[in-house]
């Protein structure tokens, strides 16, 4: 019974020094004010007015929509082979398998720092034998002397008045929370990255149907003329500028295959392994309709829920946490070690009664003179800090005209598209034209050469137009922070 009770009274004494340690150094934490405005820009209009994007308001207020942190990428991405392709990329992408590691080696070291702010609690035991001489004898003889000892207890064990280990846990956690958020980021990305990637491949693929229909076209109207040559209707002249056009398409046949390949090749890095050819894009154009709509009216503080954005916060609380570290160090350090066990002669006499042995050791270190190394310290902790307000500013002005941007031009692509169809349309009619107008010998071939250019690079520009688009959806999709708490982005 003697035993558990000054067991029993080390341990209360301990958990009563745990508790002691309720000071806190650390600045109270307060999150910076965002610096951007409530409400996006507006696009300037041909007549110097602002039109605002579509979806959004003046005055930055929500739109009856959906918060595009709760539209998962599944919802977003209606295209089952994409949807196809960006999952095979989550499972598989190295980039973002690193970033997982990396939360647990971040947990793993939270749990380390955290641990020293408790007593470690050790059991040992120990044998010993020794020979003592006559002439060092007490006992006017040699003899053997030994001891058996089993005791628990703990060694060293700051506790932790000025909230030391406190803040450093404190900081430890922010780091791993930040990891956290940096896959989150990591997520969004990637699944952007890939969308963006495979609509890419879509275009270039478009790119290089019409390049093979625009060289099958041109090689039609070579050997026409090749044919009127020889009958004296058409000049040496008109074939050699028809071949001309054959051979520059024939080049972008043969570049847009390259393209194509690189695209893939860039896919596949992306997704981590072999693109299945069923989840390949077929079409540009139903790759766009098939792109969910997202809202474009919410106010700019929608940012601070951006992952990177509150990655960037995590690290600047974890900066706050170690200030109170730094300055925690000008106070006495307090440890204490302890152990309770028995001990005895003999082997057999380690648990008899009168065995019980108990040491209590307490220190206190208290720093005097450091050639202000401790109050460098603090500075170092205080400009840590400071820069990392700078960077969390810094994240959210980034955030701000990403968005931004992304607004502005989804302000304008769809104008633009149609400009650029109108554009197709008149080239198509315009070498309809100047085709009949030749064969009536109403006009010479040069006319139809213009005409077929215009038309290529019409139709080449709405291709770029409608990937534009495409592109500019997923790029709003990213720069809203879009899946993040939904359960489907995991």
Not at 25 to 50: C, K
Not at 63 to 90: C, H, Y
Not at 153 to 182: H, K, M, P, V
């Amino acid at each position: 019974m003697h035993k558990t009770l000054n067991l029993g009274a080390l341990t209360a004494l301990a958990a009563a020094l745990l508790l002691a340690g309720c000071a806190n150094l650390a600045p109270d934490y307060h999150q910076p004010a965002a610096p951007v405005p409530q409400q996006w820009p507006g696009v300037p209009s041909g007549d110097g007015t602002t039109t605002i994007a579509p979806g959004s308001t003046a005055t930055g207020a929500p739109a009856a929509a959906r918060d595009p942190a709760d539209i998962g990428w599944r919802d977003f991405l209606a295209d089952a082979r994409l949807r196809r392709v960006v999952g095979l990329a989550l499972d598989n992408n190295r980039d973002l398998r690193v970033s997982a590691l990396n939360i647990e080696r971040a947990r793993a070291q939270y749990r380390v720092q955290d641990a020293a702010r408790y007593p470690e609690i050790a059991a040992g035991a120990s044998a010993s034998s020794q020979r003592l001489p006559t002439d060092l004898s007490r006992l006017g003889r040699a003899y053997v002397g030994r001891t058996d000892s089993v005791t628990i207890g703990i060694s060293a064990w700051e506790i932790d008045f000025w909230g030391r280990l406190r803040n450093l846990s404190e900081q430890a956690a922010q780091s791993y929370l930040a990891t956290e958020d940096a896959l989150r980021a990591a997520r969004i990305s990637l699944v952007a990255e890939v969308s963006t990637a495979w609509l890419t491949l879509a275009a270039d693929g478009e790119s290089l149907r019409l390049a093979s229909e625009t060289l099958r076209s041109r090689e039609a109207s070579l050997r026409l003329t090749q044919d009127k040559l020889r009958l004296g209707a058409a000049s040496a002249l008109d074939m050699q500028q028809a071949r001309s056009l054959v051979e520059g398409a024939r080049a972008d046949v043969e570049n847009a295959r390259t393209l194509v390949a690189q695209d893939r090749n860039a896919l596949a890095l992306l997704v981590g392994g072999e693109l299945p050819a069923d989840a390949l894009p077929a079409d540009l154009d139903i790759t766009v309709t098939q792109l969910a709509e997202l809202p474009a009216g919410l106010p700019s503080d929608v940012l601070v829920r951006r992952p990177d954005v509150r990655q960037a916060e995590r690290t600047l609380a974890g900066a706050n946490a170690s200030i109170g570290a730094a300055r925690a160090a000008y106070f006495p350090n307090i440890s204490l070690t302890a152990n309770y066990g028995t001990a005895s002669a003999e082997l057999g006499g380690l648990f008899k009664g009168g065995s019980a042995y108990w040491t209590f050791a307490p220190s206190v270190n208290l720093p005097i003179f450091d050639m202000g190394r401790r109050r460098a310290n603090v500075q170092i902790a205080e400009a840590d800090r400071d820069i990392a307000v700078a960077s969390y500013e810094k994240a959210i002005q980034s955030a701000f005209r990403e968005v931004a941007d992304a607004l502005a031009r989804r302000a304008t692509i769809d104008s633009e598209l149609a400009a650029r169809q109108a554009a197709v349309d008149a080239s198509a009619e315009a070498l309809r034209l100047t085709e009949a107008r030749y064969r009536q010998g109403g006009a010479d071939y040069l006319g139809v050469l213009d005409a077929q250019r215009s038309l290529y690079a019409a139709q080449q520009s709405l291709i770029a137009a409608r990937l534009a688009r495409a592109g500019n959806l997923v790029t709003l999709y990213k720069v809203l922070g879009g899946g993040w708490r939904d359960d489907s982005a995991s």
